[in-house]
């Protein structure tokens, strides 16, 4: 009995000890287990580590690349030397914190209701029409009071939007109406300010190689870039961090470009001169100038007019065809992306179409832009469906883009200083009532209307544009080829003397308008040859036969 105890007992004993073996291997295997699994975590870890650092590093670098690329390509032609680079630098970012501010206030101020009544839609209208009105008669005004400041005035522009974000990121949470919709109209007017006075001194800074419209299409064009590339990042963070914090980011992405703007070159701040007319007398008050522009500024804001009212037609009309299944072919989400994207396509063309054409007057690419709009719009009316719309679409936006461009041109050109931001003030103000009054045509014609009625009724509008345009300005020819010949008179002989001034001849202090009155066959050259020291002489044409003409300091604000 004692031995069989002895037995079990040395049995367990055995068992235990390899219980207790098996133990201790699995521990071995265990620990064997977590050092491979921690070799293998630590070089996987390392492995993501030296990715992530090459994918930084490669990130930093493509950034350093595309903005040295961008800084060629803004300093080209002597861009740089001038200002124009800086410039187009600036309105760059601006661009993008007007992006971001958008797309911070899309859900909650500025969301266009596509689904809600045309009423709503024609009061979101007229809301956004406010800001030009105010712009018009007060903001230029005053930004051609302060011509000798205008890098602290449009730092101040940009400052003042900076302080408008913030407060408006406090009111987001809480759902403050009567803070963010002030200081988003307040932001709007702003931003019109800074546009205004950025048209305004853009001849300052063009470089001797560079025209007018390619100046201004190189502006837009990379404003229009930085929009594009601002407006899916601030719609993103919207989403994730909320509206508040974009309009944050905003707010420090304005506050640093006031800084650049008081950076500017100097020469963009134009001296106070006294303003006296071509008779050296005193010019009557601005509002009573602001509006006689002349005629070949306002032949390219008439047609400008009638371009901008066919876009907000377009706009409303197509997309309430649209909604209303009228428009078919396509699914009516798709066939609205698909409208958009054929309009944004045209604006970016009108903007790159711009920058080439350097030899071409701007009065022939308004008029060819309209022409260009009325014909695409008669045949869009004939064959009617979705894919004409489209090409409708894309053609409108690409002349207002081209012909908007040419329009800054012509007024930048023609325009003196003392009234040029006061003009553009007034000129984009007539645009956008022009908008504004095509989107409540398009709203009405909408309700009854199909697609073949509405583009019939804009084809005889805009043809009837474009011919009373032309009527015009055939008629001015003749009146400038009369005056001209007016003025020359009799010729006198080779030996005799003038029949006008019993042979004195002119002064070199005369005008070329007095010179062509008492000139013989060639003295025209001897005059220009003579002409007083810090004169100048231009070939003006304007769509007229051409002249010369001697500019002075002051230009004349009548065109």
Known sequence: ???????????????????????????????????????????????????????????????????????????????????????????????????????????????????????????????????????????????????????????????????????????????????????????????????????????????????????????????????????????????????????????????????????????????????????????????????????????AMHANVAIRLYSGFLLFYLLFLVQDKNLPGLPPVVAVGVLAVAAGVGGLAGTAVASWVRNHSPQVIVLGTLAMTTAITILAAVVFQLWSAVAVALVAAFAQGLGKLALDAIVQREIGEEVRSSTFGVVEAFLQISWVLGGLIGLWLSLFADGTVGLAVMAVVLAGSLGWLLVRRRRRVREVDARVEAARGPRRSPSGPHPATNGERPSRDATPEEAEEHEEPGEREEWVRARPAGTTTAIVHHGDPPTEKRTRPLTNPHG
């Open 1 to 299: 009995m004692a031995g069989g105890w002895e037995r079990a007992r040395k049995t367990a004993g055995e068992a235990s000890r390899r219980v207790g073996g098996a133990a201790a291997a699995a521990g071995r295997a265990a620990v064997r287990a977590g050092r491979g699994t921690g070799r293998v975590t630590a070089r996987a870890g390392r492995g993501a580590g030296r990715a992530t650092a090459r994918a930084g590093r490669g990130a930093v670098s493509g950034t350093q690349r595309a903005g040295r690329a961008a800084r060629r390509l803004t300093h080209a032609q002597g861009a740089g030397r001038t200002g124009l680079g800086q410039l187009i630098e600036l309105t760059a970012a601006h661009s993008a914190g007007d992006a971001l501010v958008t797309a911070a206030l899309a859900g909650t101020l500025f969301k266009l209701p596509v689904n809600e009544a045309r009423g709503q839609v024609a009061l979101y209208l007229l809301i956004t029409m406010i800001p030009f009105v105010v712009v018009a008669p007060f903001v230029g005004p005053v930004l051609d009071r302060f011509r000798s400041g205008r890098r602290f005035v449009m730092a101040g522009t940009l400052f003042g939007r900076g302080l408008l974000c913030f407060a408006m990121a406090a009111a987001i949470v809480p759902g403050d109406v009567f803070t963010i919709f002030p200081a988003a109209l307040a932001v709007l007017v702003l931003s019109k300010a800074y546009n205004v006075s950025r048209a305004a001194i853009m001849p300052s800074v063009l470089p001797a190689d560079i025209a007018l419209v390619t100046a201004n299409a190189r502006v837009a064009l990379f404003a229009l870039v930085t929009a594009g590339v601002a407006v899916p990042i601030g719609a993103g963070a919207s989403a994730w961090l909320g509206a508040e914090w974009v309009l944050r980011g905003a707010t420090v992405l304005f506050l640093l470009q006031g800084v650049l703007a008081v950076r500017l070159p100097r020469h963009i701040d134009s001296p106070d001169l006294e303003e006296l007319d071509d008779r050296g007398e005193e010019r009557p008050p601005r509002w009573r100038t602001m509006l006689n522009v002349g005629p070949v500024v306002a032949e």
